[in-house]
């Protein structure tokens, strides 16, 4: 067997911004598995395909979300796929819809620009409906918002009505807001 090596050193990326400001705990948890992942594949950004994966393995709300396991098990192995085949095309480049302004950072900040964008949209979310962090729904309903993201590509491969997705996604987050 032999074993991929990158040259990266086996170091995750720099903190997000968001990290502990504006996040819940599951949050956070979701976007240190998404460093760890982009680390493992040998991937020099945290891009959306890497948010969704640890999104999906991280938060039980968003895996009610997908409406039945078939399809939230092929979205799955969509995700594993990514470092034996299915996006290998991505590597060593940068994620970057331009469906939405993005977050700007210094090169190397370890965050594709849809990716930061994404995180905003979610905290965003959260704040218009008066809570402090955003959550897990929050960020899938913000990545199914993006139509050109690496998140959106691998859900559409895997047979998932984007628009019904983001829709459900939203009204969750929508009526626990109003609920509490």
């Given at each position: ?116 964008a994404a995180l905003a949209r979610a905290r965003r979310s959260a704040l218009r409906r008066g809570e402090l ?48």
């Open positions: 067997m032999q074993f991929r090596t990158s040259g990266i050193p086996e170091q995750a990326p720099p903190n997000h911004p968001w990290t502990g400001a504006g996040l819940s705990a599951v949050m956070t948890t979701v976007v240190n598995g998404a460093r760890r992942r982009a680390v493992r594949d040998g991937d020099r950004h945290v891009d959306t395909a890497h948010l969704l994966h640890s999104l999906v393995e991280s938060d039980p709300e968003v895996r009610e979300a997908f409406d039945g396991g078939p399809r939230l098990a092929r979205v799955l192995g969509y995700l594993v796929q990514r470092s034996i085949g299915y996006g290998l095309r991505w590597q060593g480049t940068q994620e970057d819809s331009g469906a939405f302004p993005a977050v700007r950072e210094r090169a190397g900040e370890g965050w594709s620009p849809s990716a930061a962090h955003a959550d897990g729904l929050d960020l899938l309903a913000a990545l199914a918002a993006d139509p050109r993201c690496r998140a959106v590509e691998v859900l559409e491969r895997a047979g998932v009505t984007i628009e019904r997705l983001g829709a459900r996604a939203a009204g969750r987050t929508a009526g626990r807001g109003r609920q509490g």
